[in-house]
C-alpha cells in the first residue's frame, strides 16, 4: 500500500507501466464536477469509478482484492477511512475469486486503519486486502482501476 498527496503523484509513476495515465486523470481541473459512474481513461487498461455518498462504516466494511488491477483510491471531499491486510495473514474467504470483475471478499478483519483526506490517495497493490468506504461520514471519491500488464 502507498499513502500520499496528489501533488506528488509523479514519485509513483514507476509502480505500473499505465498508472502515469490514471494519475494524468485524478488531475483534471473538472474531476469534482465529473457524474458518477464509470469513466473510461485508456480503454478496460485504466478507467475510473467515481462516487458520491456516506460510507458504511467500520463494522461493515469488507475486505476486498483484486489480481489484475491495482487501484488508486482519490478522496475528492471528505475523508475515507480505509482497512488493510496483507494477502498472506488473509483466512477466511467470504467470496471467491471472481475473474471477470477481478474482485473477492473475505470475512478477515483489517489489521491497520488509514484515514485518507480530501487531496489524498492510496494505492493498493493485488497484496493489498483493502476494506474502502470505512467512514460513517460522506465522501466524494474516484477509485482509478489500473491494469497489471
Do not use: C
Not at 24 to 39: I, K, Y
Request: avoid cysteine.
Amino acid at each position: 500500500m502507498i499513502f500520499d498527496r496528489l501533488s506528488n503523484a509523479a514519485q509513483y509513476y514507476g509502480v505500473a507501466s499505465l498508472i502515469q495515465k490514471g494519475f494524468e486523470f485524478l488531475q483534471r481541473p473538472e474531476l469534482a464536477s465529473l457524474e458518477d459512474g464509470v469513466h473510461e481513461i485508456q480503454g478496460r487498461d485504466v478507467y475510473a469509478i467515481i462516487a458520491r455518498g456516506n460510507g458504511v462504516g467500520r463494522e461493515q466494511a469488507m475486505l476486498e482484492a483484486h489480481r489484475n488491477y491495482l487501484d488508486i483510491q482519490y478522496v475528492i471531499e471528505g475523508t475515507d477511512k480505509i482497512g488493510w491486510l496483507e494477502r498472506d495473514f488473509v483466512e477466511r474467504v467470504k467470496d471467491p475469486y471472481d475473474a471477470e470483475k477481478d474482485l473477492e471478499f473475505f470475512y478477515d478483519r483489517p489489521a491497520s486503519w488509514i484515514q485518507v483526506p480530501a487531496g489524498s490517495f492510496a494505492i493498493f497493490l493485488p497484496q493489498d486486502i483493502h476494506a474502502p468506504l470505512a467512514t460513517s461520514q460522506y465522501v466524494h471519491k474516484a477509485v482509478v482501476k489500473v491494469k497489471l500488464i
